[in-house]
């Protein structure tokens, strides 16, 4: 039954979707009209625990100064933030303000009602400039701007100090390249003891590919060709990133390799993980480790790592209610808020002023111990994924071609040479 | 106007009336969506936009020459072939040591059943635990025997097994309670007369018990094979189709489409609902072949 409850939701959901329809499929652009009485807003956001205890703090003081203007927020799964979206446009009824995943943008700029922002960044009170850059890309697609930066990350390594030292081991340091963290990972592994060197996100999503994104790009490789109409990785610098990889896999055994990405936290915690390649989000995980962070080991010298960007969307529910919606994520993502946030939280600050304070980074630092090492990393971020519609199948090509080739399935020329077909596919038919 | 005043007065309207409730629900969320399902699966769409592109065949066509729509074909074929006769052989079996009178005996029914009322996250989550391949008590047990350590669900070419055994674990018990219903229908003088007619146990079961549990078996089969065509809450949450997509089945070949990649505008909702289309007619020429030759071999009670 519980099959067929969920066969009958989903071909409920895929018929609402062939018969409803609203005339605006392009961007709204930002009304001028304000709203005549008090509004409520909703708001819908992933945030929990401590994350969620800040949020509200900061509501509480943007209600509390506008009684026209309330904000009403609703928990909502990132992971599934697009799909509960979908489901509300389907009902008519998207809320105000939404979370979104950067990576999502490409399929969101179809959306009925999505706010273009493109003209209300340039309003020099919303201090576009001042996002950090990699963010400001994320939230643009096709030129135009469609959301509100709201949270980055980076990867970096978050290391066992306690293994280390136990392996008579130096602590890894922002000159090692990618064959010192091999070595490292390798003396570090015990399968007696069922311990790792390294882990590794292996079901085959997003989180496999931007794993090996930056190992791409610091080798000189990159994911599509300039016009970004063809795959790019199977270069030869791509199979040599991928190589480093498999010869932890498959060669040295040094890595567990996390089939279901959902256990790799706990893994580190009980002290069988030596390194782990990760972003902020994962250190409140960790109370039971003693942990060091380090920026990304590098191929001659380039430490460059890749950003993770996710952002506040808007919604023209009419009524002046998307201008009072921009009211309050300009408010949100003001320096002030955005500090406060990050004291709160450990999230990176997304702009540039915070990160730039020197008082801060120090007060960060000493609250959230190596965060701080994120924050500076984000200097480290030199490219950013490709916008297009037909990325998610194109992430997918890859994200399947590193997990076979780490499982030894197949060798790594051909597995992305194999994705690349896939990928250039996908390309041409522009993601239909 | 006297015609409809027969009618109001008639059997025909209570028994609308009665089933009125049920029928506005099967017409809102059964035969709505499947008119408009048919309707979607010849138009390119994506869910998020309303844009919509008439394109006839074409999303029908393109499922032949699509590699993953094969695997997922392939997968939910073998994972089909599997558990139906493995699981009703097991409730068969388990049903058959269930029927008879010993102390604890309704404990014992209860515990074959309670899978069945166990949500499949929680199922999920235990059986992650007992079949990880590392940590896992199932290669701890196995390790003591001097086999393994299997990789289950991390390995390729195990995974779509330990997903059968799962899922045999999960619905045994209703497919057992079934047999258990039907084992104690069988009536006592037809067994007694095989035992006085000298018959051993082993074809007193076979020649007797077994004819006899035909109408159970064949809905067992019958509805086993429609839930198998249409996993997806296992797949979903414990394997997400991996290792490689050896898991990916249909059903959640035809989500990753419709809701995780194929949103945007003009996208690949409508590949996915003719996928879907497919699906419901397999299961439709399946089932319907079932009942036809249900009804030629299997025996029913005058």
């Known amino acids: ?397 890859m994200g399947l071609a590193i997990v076979s080739a780490m499982l030894g399935e197949s060798e790594p020329q051909a597995a992305l040479d194999e994705a690349a077909a896939q990928a250039n596919d996908a390309l041409a038919l522009g993601a239909a | 106007m006297d015609r409809f005043r027969r009618f109001l007065v008639s059997d025909h309207a209570a028994g609308w009336a009665f089933i009125l409730p049920s029928v506005i629900l099967i017409v809102v969320f059964g035969l709505i969506p499947i008119v408009w399902g048919l309707v979607l699966s010849f138009q390119k769409a994506g869910l998020i936009s309303p844009e919509r592109e008439w394109v006839g065949f074409e999303n029908y066509t393109r499922i032949v020459s699509d590699p993953k729509a094969r695997q997922a074909a392939v997968n939910t074929i073998t994972y089909t072939v599997l558990f139906v006769p493995t699981s009703i052989m097991a409730a068969l079996f388990v049903a058959h040591a269930l029927n008879r009178k010993i102390a604890f005996i309704r404990f014992y029914r209860l515990a074959v059943f309670i899978p069945v009322v166990t949500s499949t996250i929680a199922t999920g989550i235990m059986f992650l635990w007992l079949f990880d391949k590392n940590f896992g008590l199932a290669n701890w047990l196995l390790g003591k025997i001097g086999l393994g350590p299997f990789g289950f669900f991390e390995d390729p070419d195990q995974a779509m097994i330990a997903l059968v055994l799962m899922t045999i674990w999960g619905w045994l018990g209703f497919d057992t309670i079934i047999y258990l219903a039907a084992l104690q229908g069988v009536p006592h003088e037809l067994i007694e007369a095989a035992a006085i007619d000298g018959a051993s146990r082993w074809s007193t079961f076979w020649r007797v018990t077994w004819p006899m549990l035909g109408p159970a078996t064949l809905l067992l089969v019958v509805w086993s094979t429609i839930s198998a065509l249409q996993l997806f809450d296992e797949v979903f949450f414990v394997t997400k189709g991996g290792p490689l997509g050896r898991t990916s089945v249909l059903v959640f070949y035809v989500y990753r489409l419709a809701f995780e990649q194929g949103l945007g505008a003009l996208s690949l909702a409508g590949y996915a609902a003719a996928i879907a289309y497919v699906l419901f007619l397999v299961i439709l020429v399946l089932t319907l072949a079932q009942f036809w030759l249900g009804r030629r071999v299997v025996h029913y009670q005058s």
């Open chain 1, 1 to 397: 039954m519980r099959r067929r409850l969920f066969a009958i939701l989903a071909v409920t959901a895929l018929v609402a979707a062939a018969c409803t329809g609203r005339d605006d499929d392009e961007g709204t652009a930002a009304t001028e009209e304000t709203p005549a009485g008090p509004v409520t807003l909703t708001f819908w956001h992933g945030y929990s625990d401590a994350e969620a205890e800040s949020l509200e703090a900061l509501l509480d003081i943007w209600n509390a100064d506008n009684p026209n203007i309330r904000i009403e927020p609703l928990f909502v799964n990132n992971d599934k933030a697009l799909q509960k979206l979908t489901v509300a446009l389907q009902g008519g009824e998207p809320p105000d303000i939404t979370y979104q995943y950067g990576s999502s943008l490409p399929q969101l700029a179809a959306a009925p009602g999505l706010v273009d922002l493109t003209e209300w960044v340039q309003e020099s009170e919303v201090n576009w400039e001042d996002f950090v850059p990699g963010a400001r890309t994320a939230a643009t697609f096709e030129d135009r701007v469609l959301g509100v930066p709201a949270l980055i990350d980076n990867l970096a390594v978050v290391y066992n100090k306690t293994l280390f030292d136990d392996a008579g081991l130096e602590y890894p340091n922002d000159q090692w390249s990618w064959d010192d963290f091999r070595a490292a990972a390798a003396a570090l592994t015990d399968p007696a003891e069922k311990r790792f060197g390294f882990s590794y996100p292996m079901d085959a999503s997003e989180d496999t590919v931007w794993h090996y994104d930056p190992l791409l790009w610091q080798n000189g490789g990159s994911i599509l060709t300039e016009d970004q109409t063809q795959a790019a990785f199977n270069s030869p610098e791509g199979v040599e990133a991928l190589e480093v990889l498999t010869g932890m896999a498959v060669d040295d055994q040094s890595v567990f390799l996390d089939i279901q990405n959902s256990a790799y936290t706990d893994v580190f915690n009980s002290g069988r993980i030596g390194m782990l390649v990760t972003g902020p989000w994962d250190l409140p995980s960790l109370p039971d480790v003693d942990y060091g962070v380090e920026i990304l080991p590098g191929f001659d010298g380039d430490h460059q790592t890749i950003a993770g960007p996710d952002m506040w969307c808007v919604f023209d529910n009419g009524e002046g209610r998307a201008q009072a919606a921009l009211e309050f994520v300009k408010w949100l993502t003001d320096p002030e808020q955005i500090e406060q946030e990050a004291l709160a939280t450990g999230h990176l600050p997304i702009r540039l002023s915070v990160t730039e304070d020197a008082a801060f980074l120090e007060e960060f630092g000493q609250a959230f111990p190596g965060v701080d090492v994120f924050a500076e990393n984000l200097a480290n971020v030199e490219q950013a994924r490709p916008v297009l519609a037909a990325y998610p199948q194109v992430s997918e090509a």
